[in-house]
């Protein structure tokens, strides 16, 4: 019964949707003795299972997986029939659920949420309901979904059509019979290729018109995988908690097999068990690096086109069924049974879009660039307004009037994926920013619910009424979100994740693709950092604790982790003999860096005997002379050599077009402070004296180095204006010591933990200088004068205890008016950006580098490319 408008309802909270997640939160709210109101405008329970009712519709997770943890007398009472349960079981277990604990009295069924606004004064969330109907809550909880707003379709003529029309999303309740009819399916995405081969069934024709070929693996339905059912009986606790820390939600082992790595006959093996296994999980784990690497993904492409090939009779619709131009996995993929196979069928036709576009949909059919079709039926399996849809389609106006709509017009910004700025007490379950539609979302949704109704309960007990994210927390997680996408191949496909299947809607990766695991340790650790990221208020109180949950590159922290886990011993407590041993033996395995067109050795002729050094010229054209850069390897005076460096010599080379001659110089504790500094210097003037020989350009002379080589390459230039030349056009310093002070801030704050240490950092000076020399400027150059110097890049990162020094550097020599530009390694260590082709991340800053010698040499010939 609806109450009069002025005498509003009120609740603790309402929560929109009645599916997975909604239920779960009603569930959770209620066992902490709050009022709760759920609305849907569904007439039950079930959510998406109770809108996607087309033939064929099943979950593509194993419903051993796919489904409730939360209480263990329920996983005893319910069993499901096969590995991939079909709507209606589906659906019937949410009855299930909702009849056990008596949900349904809570939830409003029919009943659609037009508006939500936030009453400031009162701290409350004012809700009305089709009918115009107010509601007030403290926390308004949207459980709608991630994929519940059908796309429109977006297909000229599409009103036009006089028969019936059918959206897979909105499937008549009592079912379609097509028998005797001809029958059109626009789309191929999991919906079109779950439901065509049954439609096949009963159709007297069917046109497929596929605009994009989809991956599909065949979901070998059945039981229930023997194996899950073995480990939850031994163990269902334990399954389920391995689950809950997966990457995707269903506990799979990771691969550590690199596609590159392994051979043609393991390749094979891998594929053929993930292909007969027909689960999504396992498809995506053929090769540790297919999410990553351009060539690793060709290669299961390639081995599923070859399945499609092999089961398509027609070698015109099999080539037209092959996905093309987009890397596997980067659209979602696919389970089917039979549908490639339903190709095969007299009556089914594919239209390939791509090469015949449809012009319009006409009062009795379909009319392509090259045909007219008539249909009696059209089907549209044309997708959903992904993640977003649900959200800013339901009028929501946070503080200060603004709506999420307006919030987001440039795409979503989340703090976790669970609330927005400017929205108190408004939560997002599986919104975007969270692992949502990459993992399983039982597994997801439970996760968040909990979160949530932690939250609620942690506000209670201290006494607070609202919770919202700061600015600063926000914008780090985006930054986040999108790092973890930018390091794998999603951002280059036009795919639902990216908003590239909606017309207008921003291109923004949209769900969190670090892990399920590593997303949980998140949000734990913004709870154990006293909400960080948030703030909380109540009367008389602000609580806020700010900051950034995950500032470090992903690829780099999983590099961290995996260092960490060697448990190698520290190098300062290491003689220097074995420090270089423990060195050589850490790079064995890594990658080689770029092929570049020659690289040589040879010496460098020094008054005390010779200097090493290894040439890297360009591949490619133009024939003649380059810009040179010398330079020096890091590892702190006592360390490195021509190998150490050589993937970076190669890359920088690669990128910047230029010659690059690496030099070994003296090393410590063997010969000691000014040794070093004096190669160096010594190795730029043998550089500038035989240019042409090198294959230079006589005065295009740049030096680069990193960490102490990046010491003795400044410390060269000031040696070399000191003397009158050689001159040098420009300076790359990366992660440069330039000063032997050890308390700058960033050593307190990166001093342990991040390979190069304090520690060691100390143990390299006491290696290489006296003390009384460390104040010397061919030292620490930053004490020397700095007027009249080269140009100078100087790239500092994050994660870096040498980081401000790096930085003091670059204000000095711009305060001397030289030249800057300072480079921000964003979420790096001090050792990441130089990990060619093992820290993704990086390449970014190392195609600065390489733009910065190209400013150095301002006539240089256009640069050769490396992605
Ligand atoms: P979808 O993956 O977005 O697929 C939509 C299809 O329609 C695509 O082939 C798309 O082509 C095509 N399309 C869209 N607009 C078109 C137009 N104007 N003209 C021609 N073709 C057009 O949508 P979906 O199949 O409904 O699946 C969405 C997601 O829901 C899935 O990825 C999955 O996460 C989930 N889902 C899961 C299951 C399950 O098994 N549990 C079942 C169904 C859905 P383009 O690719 O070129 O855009």
């Known amino acids: 019964m609806n109450k009069p408008a002025s005498v509003p ?15 779960y939160m009603l ?20 959510g998406t299972w109770y809108w996607n009712r087309y033939p064929g519709a099943r979950c593509d997770v194993p419903t051993t997986d796919y489904t409730f943890s939360f209480d263990p007398e329920l996983e005893k009472e319910w069993t499901w029939s096969e590995k991939y349960a079909t709507q209606p079981e589906i659906l019937e277990y949410l009855r299930f659920v909702a009849d056990r604990h008596e949900l349904r009295s809570d939830i409003e069924f029919s009943t659609a949420v037009t508006a939500a606004r936030w009453d400031e004064p009162a701290k409350q969330w004012v809700i009305t309901t089709g009918g115009g109907r107010e509601v007030r809550c403290r ?21 036009r059509f006089a028969g019936p029309v059918y959206f897979t999303s909105r499937w008549p309740h009592e079912g379609v019979d097509f028998t005797g009819q001809r029958v059109a399916v626009i789309g191929t995405g999991s919906s079109g290729i779950q439901s065509i081969p ?47 820390w997966s990457r995707g939600g269903v506990p799979v082992e990771p691969t550590d097999v690199l596609a590159g790595a392994a051979s043609e006959e393991v390749r094979r093996e891998r594929f053929e068990a993930a292909w007969q296994q027909g689960e999504l999980f396992g498809i995506l784990n053929v090769f540790a690096d297919q999410g990553v690497n351009p060539a690793a993904n060709d290669i299961v492409a390639e081995m599923i086109r070859e399945k499609i090939r092999a089961t398509v009779n027609d070698p015109e619709t099999a080539e037209a069924l092959c996905p093309r131009g987009h890397y596997f996995g ?97 939560f997002m379950l599986t919104g975007p920013g969270s692992p949502s539609v990459l993992s399983n979302m039982a597994v997801s949704i439970e996760q968040h619910v909990d979160w949530v109704a932690g939250c609620l309960k942690d506000l209670r007990d201290k006494g607070l009424e609202t919770i919202e994210p700061t600015e600063l927390a926000e914008a780090g997680w985006n930054q986040h979100n999108q790092d973890c996408a930018a390091i794998t191949l999603h951002p280059t496909a036009n795919s639902w994740y990216m908003g590239a299947n909606v017309p207008g809607k921003p291109r923004v990766f949209l769900p969190y693709i670090g892990g399920v695991g590593a997303y949980r340790q998140a949000c734990d650790d913004v709870v154990t950092q006293d909400y960080l990221g948030f703030t909380r208020t109540g009367p008389g109180a602000v609580r806020c604790t700010d900051g950034v949950i995950r500032s470090m590159q992903p690829d780099v922290a999983m590099v961290m982790e995996f260092v960490n886990a060697l448990g190698l011993p520290p190098m300062e407590t290491l003689s220097a003999a074995d420090a270089r041993a423990l060195m050589a033996a850490t790079a064995e395995n890594r990658p080689p860096g770029p092929e570049v067109g020659e690289v040589t050795d040879g010496v460098i002729p020094i008054p005390d005997g010779t200097l090493p050094y290894r040439l890297y010229r360009p591949a490619g054209p133009p024939e003649g002379p380059r ?61 500038d004296a035989n240019a042409i020989e090198l294959g230079g350009i006589p005065g295009q002379l740049a030096v680069a180095g990193w960490s102490a080589g990046a010491n003795v390459a400044a410390v060269a230039c000031q040696l070399a204006r000191d003397a009158g030349g050689p001159r040098i056009t420009g300076q790359l310093l990366i992660c440069p010591a330039v000063d032997s002070d050890l308390t700058r801030p960033s050593y307190e704050e990166n001093g342990d933990g991040y390979i190069l240490t304090t520690a060691l950092m100390r143990w390299f000076w006491d290696h290489y200088a006296d003390p009384a020399d460390r104040g010397d400027p061919r030292a620490a150059p930053l004490r020397g004068d700095l007027a ?16 401000d020094e790096g930085v003091a550097y670059a204000r000095a020599l711009e305060a001397a008016a030289v030249p800057v530009r300072l480079t921000r390694a964003r979420g790096h260590t001090h050792t990441s950006v130089t990990m060619v082709d093992v820290v993704i991340s990086g390449a970014p800053v190392r195609a600065e580098m390489a733009a910065a010698l190209g400013d150095f040499f301002p006539a240089a010939e256009p640069q050769a490319h490396v992605s």
Not at 27 to 46: C, I, M, N, P, T
Not at 139 to 159: F, R
Not at 637 to 653: E, I, T
Not at 788 to 803: E, K, Q, T
């Open 9 to 23: 309802e009120q609740f603790d909270a309402v929560v929109v949707g009645a599916g997975f997640s909604g239920l």
């Open 27 to 46: 569930y959770r709210l209620r066992q902490l003795g709050l009022s709760v109101k759920v609305f849907d405008s569904a007439g039950d329970v079930g």
């Open 139 to 159: 926390h308004y909880i949207m459980a709608t979904g991630c994929l519940s707003v059908a796309k429109s379709p977006d297909i000229e003529g599409a009103e």
């Open 198 to 244: 049954l439609i096949a069934r009963q159709a007297s024709q069917l046109t497929v018109f596929q605009r994009t070929a989809n991956f599909s693996i065949p979901a070998h339905n059945g039981p229930a995988p023997a194996e899950t059912l073995r480990q939850l009986d031994e163990g269902r606790d334990a399954y389920r908690d391995a689950a809950r």
């Open 330 to 426: 980067t659209k979602r993929p696919c389970l089917d049974t039979g549908y490639f196979e339903t190709f095969n069928l007299p009556h089914v036709r594919l239209v390939d879009l791509r090469k015949e576009p449809i012009v319009s949909i006409t009062e009795d059919g379909i009319e392509t660039a090259g045909e007219s079709f008539g249909f009696d039926a059209i089907v549209y399996a044309t997708g959903f307004d992904a993640m977003t849809g649900a959200l800013v389609g339901a009028d929501v106006t946070g503080r200060d009037g603004l709506s999420l709509k307006e919030k987001w017009a440039a795409g979503p910004s989340t703090y976790l994926g669970l609330m927005t700025t400017g929205f108190p007490n408004f």
């Open 627 to 687: 810009p040179l850069v010398v330079y020096f390897h890091g590892g702190g005076w006592v360390l490195g050599n021509l190998d150490s460096d050589d993937p970076l010599c190669r890359d920088l080379c690669a990128r910047s077009g230029a010659v690059v001659v690496s030099v070994n110089y003296r090393h410590a504790p063997e010969v000691r402070f000014p040794a070093a500094a004096l190669d160096a210097f010594a190795a730029v003037q043998w550089a």
């Open 788 to 803: 009249g110097l080269p140009p100078a890049c100087i790239v500092a990162a994050d994660f870096d205890p040498l980081r």
